[in-house]
């Protein structure tokens, strides 16, 4: 079955610098990568999702980049703000399902 | 707006005690999921289901069992709670492999 691994597990950055969070998966046949926010005390929220026919896609702050060969994507979060404070977390389906796994997280901290 | 409601936000416990965590989905969603979230672990995966009366297992099945009668409600069984049961829950549903999973508001359940 898909294994998701998620680096770093906490991550503090300055304010206004950027923040890079990495996932990789094992099951070549996953087709689809979302990134979910989980602020203190509230359920997972979808910030971005990729299809695994782009490389690349972009929403305001954040992106995410998807390496199909090395089977790898990545949150990109620029000129982050102390509301980007929360576990991040990267997901992919299982094979030719629709449960998905998810990385363990990232406690990012933007520190003002 | 979508919704994925829990029937609890805390429940307590004890152990032996047989509990049903309720989750119903107003997107006519087939496909259902139970998470166990817990520090460092991140989310795992106990049941699905896609379809009415249809359910899978996921990673962590033991000592939980689900029932889906009606297509927007799937439940969460522990037939006899365990101390380390106590952890919080969330349901989830989607419409396709390809799209956006709702989570419900978790349930944080204590066995004592």
């Known amino acids: 079955g898909e294994n998701v691994e998620q680096h770093p597990s906490t991550l503090s950055v300055q304010e206004g610098d950027s923040a890079v969070i990495k996932c990789t998966y094992s099951d070549s046949a996953s087709n689809y990568f979302p990134w979910y926010k989980q602020e203190l005390g509230k359920r997972p929220q979808l910030i971005i999702d990729?299809?695994?026919?782009?490389g690349e896609k972009k929403d305001q702050r954040i992106a995410v980049t998807l390496n199909k060969t090395a089977k790898h994507f990545s949150l990109h979060i620029t000129e982050t703000q102390p509301e980007d404070s929360a576990v991040y977390f990267c997901?992919?389906?299982?094979?030719?399902?629709?449960?998905?796994?998810f990385g363990k997280g990232t406690r990012l901290s933007v520190i003002a | 707006d979508v919704k994925v409601t829990q029937s609890s936000r805390y429940l307590v416990k004890r152990t032996g005690e047989k509990v049903f965590l309720e989750c119903v989905q107003d997107?006519?969603?087939?496909?259902m999921f139970w998470y166990r979230q817990d520090p460092g672990l991140g989310l795992r995966l106990i049941y699905f289901s896609y379809d009415v009366k249809m359910k899978e297992k996921g990673d962590i099945p033991e000592g939980y069992s689900v029932s889906r009668e009606k297509k927007e409600r799937f439940s969460l069984i522990l037939e006899s709670a365990s101390t380390n049961q106590t952890s919080m829950y969330l349901c989830?549903?989607?419409?396709?492999?390809?799209?956006?999973?709702?989570f419900g508001q978790g349930t944080r359940l204590t066995v004592v």
């Open positions: 990729i299809r695994s026919n782009v």
């Open positions: 997107m006519d969603h087939e496909n």
């Open positions: 989830a549903s989607r419409k396709y492999s390809y799209t956006e999973a709702f």
């Open positions: 997901a992919a389906p299982i094979s030719g399902n629709t449960p998905l796994v």
